[in-house]
């Protein structure tokens, strides 16, 4: 699958209805989304991929689109979780879908989505939905954490976890905070092996914001 393919049909699944400021809920753009899972492709393909704070399921639903083995999706909010259902079962109208010649029932039954709190998900919650012939399979995080603004210290429970059941982590933050990051990481005696730049386009859904939208410069990190 080409890149322009993905972010075509990530582009057509459906922002969250009632996003949550304190929950920092920001629909992933299907041009992040597709740089993020293409810059990790090689470590997705045929791996158990897991979306922490997967949101409207397009890291999820992506991952599965790439290649990965199975994927799950992680959110706190019951609400989230049922967008990112519906999402799932939006592929069986997306027409690009079917012009690449892909199954979209094969996708669905390999994507998984619960309402869960990070805070809470270890190793054996996770080895729950690894099929047992698979226990030597790779466990591949992907996330698109809170950056912390509306709850400080947000990020460090998505990076706590990830490095916890991860084999390899991606994950996005503000550039901003580029040198806390490398620093943590660092601590945690894990190491980043590539940094990737983007802009995070976020538009204006919130009471507290002025403009059309803005967009902020992000890191992609890959962790080792």
């Known amino acids: 699958m080409k890149k322009k393919h993905l972010e075509m049909i990530l582009d057509n699944l459906k922002p969250h209805p009632k996003?949550?400021?304190?929950?920092?809920?920001?629909?992933?753009?299907?041009?992040l989304a597709s740089e993020l899972l293409f810059f990790a492709m090689e470590d997705i393909k045929d791996n158990f991929v897991i979306d922490l704070g997967c949101g409207t399921g397009r890291l999820s639903i992506g991952a599965k689109l790439i290649g990965a083995n199975r994927v799950l999706g992680i959110d706190?909010?019951?609400?989230?979780?049922?967008?990112?259902?519906?999402?799932?079962?939006?592929?069986?109208?997306?027409?690009?879908?079917?012009?690449?010649?892909?199954?979209?029932?094969?996708?669905?039954?390999?994507?998984?989505?619960?309402?869960?709190?990070?805070?809470?998900?270890?190793?054996?919650?996770?080895d729950n939905y690894i099929n047992s012939n698979n226990k030597n399979i790779k466990r591949i995080v992907i996330q698109n954490p809170p950056f912390g603004s509306q709850k400080k210290y947000a990020d460090r429970i998505f990076l706590d976890r990830s490095l916890e059941?991860?084999?390899?982590?991606?994950?996005?933050?503000?550039?901003?905070?580029?040198?806390?990051?490398?620093?943590?990481?660092?601590?945690?005696?894990?190491?980043?092996?590539?940094?990737?730049?983007?802009?995070?386009?976020?538009?204006?859904?919130?009471?507290?914001?002025?403009?059309?939208?803005?967009?902020?410069?992000?890191?992609?990190?890959?962790?080792?």
């Open 19 to 31: 996003p949550k400021s304190y929950l920092e809920q920001y629909t992933i753009e299907g041009k």
């Open 76 to 126: 706190i909010d019951n609400e989230t979780i049922e967008s990112a259902k519906n999402n799932l079962e939006k592929l069986k109208e997306i027409p690009t879908v079917f012009n690449l010649n892909l199954d979209p029932n094969n996708i669905i039954k390999e994507v998984c989505f619960i309402c869960k709190d990070v805070k809470y998900i270890d190793k054996n919650c996770i």
């Open 165 to 224: 059941i991860g084999d390899i982590v991606y994950t996005i933050h503000n550039s901003s905070t580029r040198d806390f990051i490398i620093n943590y990481i660092s601590k945690k005696n894990r190491r980043i092996s590539n940094i990737f730049e983007s802009r995070f386009r976020i538009p204006k859904i919130y009471n507290f914001h002025s403009k059309r939208y803005i967009e902020i410069p992000v890191d992609i990190y890959r962790i080792v």
